[in-house]
C-alpha cells in the first residue's frame, strides 16, 4: 500500500475521507488511483484536486449515504451508483441492529485493501454483469445479533459459515466484532485472526477456481496433495477429531492447513497475499529498498528479515508477533506453485 498526499502536503492513507490538516474531504479517485482531495464543484459532482488528474467524480452511494466506503466513480458512470469495490456485494448486514453499520464499515475496508492487492498482482477478476466465470461476489451476514454485547443465536435460518462457494464470499460479520473475533482466536489455537486474512484465505479458494481448476490440476496435487482423496467431507470430520497430524509445522503454514489440500493452497495463497502487501508498504514507506516481485525467493527473504524486525517491534510494546510463520522449505515450495500461477494469469 502506498501513502497519498493532500493539496495541502499532508499524507494521506488508504483509509481517510477527510485531511487531519485542512479539512477538505477525500476519496478514492478511479482515473489517477489514489486517495485525493475532493473539490465540490457545486452540482454534488467532484474535481479530483490531484495535480494532473481533475477528472470529475461523483462519491459512491455507499459513501454518500452509507458512510462505509471512501471511493468515487467518474461522473460518466454516476449510474451505477456504486464503486468498483462495492458493486461486488450481493448481501448487506442489516442496518437497523446496532453496530452493523460499523462492523460493515470495517468489512469494507479489508475488502478494498484486498483489492488493491489483487490489482496490484494483476490478478482478473469481475462481477456477473461483467460476463465473469465464476464472478466473484460478497455475502455479509449473520446468524446472531448482539445484546449487551454478547452474540445471541437468531434461532432460525440457517448457520452463517465464513467460506467461498463458486465465486461467493461469505463473511459472518460476527468476525467484524473485535471482541469476538479474539475470543475465536483464542479458542482455535490460531496464531492470527483478522478481517484481512479471511478475505485473503477466502479469495484464495476463488483463485484456486479460476488459476488450477481444470488447468494445472497435477502440478496442484504433487505440490499440495491429491485433493479428490481423501474427500473434502471426510477430510474434514478426521481434522476435527484428530488434530492436525505430528509435526505439521515443517510441511504446513498452518494448523488448519493440514486439513485438505484445498484449505491448504488457500492459507498458502493468503500468506502469499500477506508477503506481497507487507513488502509492497514497507518498499513505499521507505523501510527496505526496491524488491522483484518476479522473484519468489528474493521476496521470502526479504519478508523473513523484515518479520524479525516487526516482531521484535511489537514484542517491544507487548503486543503478537506481525510474522508468526516459520517458511520451511515446503512450504516455501507451495508458495511457488503459488507464485508462478498468479504470474501466468497476470498482466
Ligand atoms: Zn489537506
Ligand atoms: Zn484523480
Ligand atoms: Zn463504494
Ligand atoms: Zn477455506
Redesign the pocket.
Known amino acids: 500500500m502506498r501513502t497519498f498526499a493532500c493539496v495541502c502536503g499532508q499524507t494521506l492513507f488508504f483509509e481517510n475521507v477527510a485531511c487531519e490538516r485542512c479539512g477538505r474531504e477525500v476519496g478514492w479517485?478511479p482515473?489517477?488511483r489514489?486517495i485525493?482531495a475532493l473539490e465540490p464543484l457545486g452540482d454534488g459532482t467532484y474535481a479530483?484536486a490531484?495535480a494532473g488528474?481533475g477528472?470529475v467524480l461523483v462519491k459512491c452511494a455507499n459513501y454518500a449515504r452509507e458512510n462505509v466506503c471512501n471511493r468515487c466513480l467518474s461522473a460518466a458512470d454516476a449510474g451505477r451508483g456504486l464503486c468498483d469495490a462495492c458493486r461486488f456485494n450481493r448481501t448487506i448486514p442489516d442496518l437497523s441492529i446496532a453496530g452493523n453499520r460499523e462492523r460493515w464499515g470495517e468489512l469494507e475496508a479489508a475488502k478494498r485493501r484486498l483489492l488493491y492487492t489483487l490489482d496490484f498482482l494483476g490478478l482478473p477478476y469481475g462481477s456477473a454483469a461483467d460476463g465473469f466465470d465464476p464472478p466473484l461476489a460478497f455475502d455479509f451476514k449473520a446468524d446472531a445479533i448482539p445484546v449487551d454485547g454478547l452474540w445471541r443465536w437468531m434461532g432460525e435460518g440457517e448457520r452463517v459459515f465464513t467460506g467461498h462457494a463458486d465465486g461467493k464470499i461469505t463473511i459472518n460479520i460476527r468476525e467484524a466484532d473485535s471482541v469476538e473475533r479474539e475470543k475465536l482466536r483464542v479458542d482455535l489455537g490460531e496464531a492470527h485472526r483478522t478481517l484481512i486474512g479471511h478475505f485473503r484465505h477466502e479469495v484464495g479458494h476463488y483463485y484456486w477456481d479460476l488459476l488450477v481448476r481444470g488447468r494445472h490440476e497435477a502440478a496442484f496435487k504433487h505440490v499440495f496433495g491429491d485433493h479428490e482423496n481423501p474427500p473434502y467431507g471426510e477430510a474434514l470430520q478426521r481434522h476435527y477429531r484428530e488434530g492436525p497430524p505430528a509435526g505439521w509445522k515443517e510441511r504446513f503454514v498452518s494448523a488448519y492447513a493440514t486439513m485438505h489440500p484445498w484449505e491448504d493452497w488457500a492459507e498458502t495463497f493468503s500468506l502469499y497475499l500477506d508477503i506481497t502487501s507487507v513488502l509492497d508498504t514497507a518498499v513505499n514507506m521507505g523501510l527496505i529498498g526496491p524488491v522483484d516481485f518476479a522473484d519468489l525467493n528474493g521476496m521470502v527473504g526479504r519478508y523473513r528479515q523484515l518479520g524479525l524486525v516487526l516482531n521484535e517491534l511489537n514484542r517491544e510494546m507487548g503486543l503478537i508477533d506481525v510474522v508468526p510463520e516459520v517458511l520451511h522449505a515446503p512450504v516455501v515450495e507451495k508458495l511457488g506453485l503459488v507464485h508462478a500461477l498468479v504470474r501466468r494469469r497476470s498482466g
Do not use: L
Open positions: 479517485c482515473s489517477c489514489a485525493a479530483c490531484n488528474c477528472a
